[in-house]
């Protein structure tokens, strides 16, 4: 195709799919144009308020095996991705593999004992190579702010990646790369046509990324409510993602190069987005104190609410017509998965195309 009839696709949603996918489809000879419902500068979907942790063995527990195996392969994309990201922008997207450490405290130690044992049952004696037993001063070594702890795991595959950093880069590189982008632009999707509230434009294929924006077109999409606050430390800093495991309450404190981290735990089958719970915020910030009591120095800088886009399965969903890809459901695990997802897409993309040209 000439550059005058490059097939023209049009990705709805500038959240973490479409943004991603907008950057893999404009390095093809495509036309691209993203439509975002509000301002790209400032996502207003579940990509911004997220902990950015991409921990295949850690989800591995509560999910499907499919959960793990597509989360490997995310994480080895990511590994390529950000770097490339890197190249195009100049920025760092703050990618690490520095693996993650669950601890319990000792009279929840049947905990780490449980996860372990689930894990095995998932993976058989994989599981062991990948998880390694830390005793009190090992656990010191690897994370000296937790040194009150008797025991932990490390999980020494898993990584994150600060997706204050990536998702301005992708808008970047996007702008960069020519992609059309239309904020403030909230739309319908129907193969080959984006309904906008002034008329319908056609396209050669249709992506509708708008994770719960697209409630009632993939049936049984809901929201669940997820709420995270941000804290600044002078006294305590972590090296990599840290989980707390607790019988009834299980925290995640992510730590940022800023001095910054990022603590969640909550996960409510509701799709309200009124601002964080008195109750959530006391039950968060006495779980980080447990951790290390210096904690309580701590600034609360931010608290966050949003609500995962998840299907009845808790599994993402690919909706594949002519001229229209449907793409949703990445529920908790949004940076786990996208790459792999993402790919998937690309894939479809270029065989709906094969069938138009
Ligand atoms: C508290 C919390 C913590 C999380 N932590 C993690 C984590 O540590 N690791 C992990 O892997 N995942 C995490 N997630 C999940 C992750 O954020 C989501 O899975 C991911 O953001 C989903 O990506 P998406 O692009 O499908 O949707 P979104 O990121 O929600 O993006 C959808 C976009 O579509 C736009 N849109 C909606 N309707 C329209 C319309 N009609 N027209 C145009 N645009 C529209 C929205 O404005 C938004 O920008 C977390 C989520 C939450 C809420």
């Known amino acids: 195709m000439t550059s005058e009839t490059k097939a023209k696709i049009a990705i709805a949603g500038g959240g973490l799919l479409g943004r991603l996918l907008a950057w893999r489809l404009s390095q093809r000879n495509l036309d691209i144009t993203l439509f975002e419902a509000g301002e790209l500068s400032m996502p207003g979907g579940a990509c911004w308020t997220a902990a950015g942790m991409i921990s295949p063995l850690s989800e591995l527990v509560n999910s499907e095996k499919q959960v793990y195996t597509q989360g490997l392969q995310s994480l080895n994309l990511w590994s390529d991705w950000s770097r490339l990201l890197e190249q195009q922008s100049g920025s760092a997207v703050e990618f690490r593999r520095a693996g993650s450490v669950l601890v319990a405290h000792g009279k929840d130690r049947s905990e780490l004992v449980q996860f372990l044992r689930e894990l095995q049952g998932k993976l058989g004696e994989s599981a062991r190579e990948q998880v390694q037993p830390l005793d009190a001063k090992s656990l010191a070594k690897l994370e000296p702010a937790l040194h009150s702890f008797e025991q932990g795991l490390y999980l020494r595959g898993e990584a994150d990646i600060n997706n204050h950093r990536l998702l301005p880069v992708l808008l970047h590189v996007l702008r960069e790369n020519g992609v059309k982008l239309r904020e403030r632009t909230k739309v319908n999707c129907a193969p080959g046509r984006i309904l906008l509230a002034q008329g319908d434009e056609a396209f050669d294929g249709v992506i509708d990324c708008r994770g719960l924006g697209a409630k009632g077109q993939i049936e049984g999409l809901r929201g669940v409510r997820g709420e995270v606050m ?66 309580a120095e701590a600034r609360i800088l931010e608290t966050r609410v949003n609500c995962r886009p998840a299907t009845m399965d808790n599994m993402p969903v690919i909706q594949n017509e002519q001229g229209l890809i449907r793409v949703n459901g990445l529920y908790r695990h949004g940076y786990l998965l996208a790459p792999a997802v993402v790919k998937q897409v690309e894939n479809l993309v270029a065989q709906q195309l094969l069938q138009v040209v």
Do not use: C, W
């Open 230 to 295: 941000v804290v600044e430390s002078r006294e305590v800093v972590l090296q990599r993602p840290v989980r707390l495991l607790h019988p009834r309450y299980k925290l995640y404190a992510v730590p940022r190069s800023d001095g910054r981290t990022v603590i969640g735990a909550t996960e409510i089958e509701s799709e309200d987005m009124s601002p964080i719970s008195v109750r959530s915020s006391m039950e968060l910030s006495s779980a980080l104190y447990s951790l290390n009591p210096a904690f």
